[in-house]
């Protein structure tokens, strides 16, 4: 009985012995793997955005992202953008690894086929460049949202509150609207001016920001 004992015991401790070997083992893969994998996220993401900031050296997640984009919903509906969200942000770094500039995707329901999504680049407060990320808009109407001549007037705007107009973009802050897409002008304009006031609310002075 007692060698019977002994052998549960030295079994029993065995186990214990390669179960936390085999603990160790995988929390030393996933540390050495961890960051890699984080590494080809952010590429990934990048890839989408290289669009909208050409000149981007490198780009870097932000350490409290998810707490930025969570926080972002009662700030967006405070300024009249309810029902658009902010989905994700990227900094823009110099070889050194400061933050530049940023990379902001945000999306707007409204549009005529559904929600559109969309990516600014943003650069001392002034957008770099603009893609639209999805959309299920109409084609040859609300689909000229993708086509460079729409794309291509957002460039060298200052990082403020954007307006459509049908007579002719005049003004620092006014793009021209889509001819026979109006829904999708106003869409695409609420995406951008979400991403727009989220960089003002964390990256710059916030001054025209409403409180949340």
Not at 43 to 62: D, Q
Not at 124 to 144: I, Q, Y
Request: aromatic residues 6%; contains cysteine; hydrophobic residues 45%.
């Amino acid at each position: 009985m007692a060698k019977k004992k002994s052998s549960i015991a030295i079994n029993t401790l065995i186990l214990l012995a390669v179960t936390f070997v085999a603990i160790l083992a995988l929390a030393l893969v996933n540390q050495i793997t961890s960051e890699p994998i984080k590494q080809a996220e952010i590429a990934a993401r990048a890839e989408i955005y290289k669009s909208v900031y050409p000149n981007a050296a490198e780009f870097a997640e932000i350490e409290n992202t998810q707490e930025l984009l969570d926080a972002s919903a009662s700030m967006l509906s405070s300024n009249g953008l309810d029902g658009c969200t902010v989905n994700d942000v990227l900094a823009v770094t110099t070889a050194s690894g400061e933050a530049e500039g940023y990379v902001i995707a945000a999306t707007c329901p409204e549009g005529y086929g559904g929600d559109i999504q969309v990516a600014i680049g943003i650069k001392g407060g002034v957008l770099t460049g603009f893609d639209v990320v999805s959309n299920s808009e109409t084609a040859g109407l609300g689909s000229k949202c993708t086509e460079p001549e729409f794309k291509s007037q957002f460039a060298g705007k200052p990082a403020a509150l954007l307006e459509y107009t049908k007579t002719g973009a005049s003004a620092d802050n006014e793009i021209d609207a889509i001819s026979g897409a109006t829904i999708t002008t106003n869409a695409v304009t609420k995406a951008a001016n979400a991403a727009i006031l989220f960089y003002q609310a964390n990256f710059a002075d916030g001054s025209a920001v409403k409180g949340e």
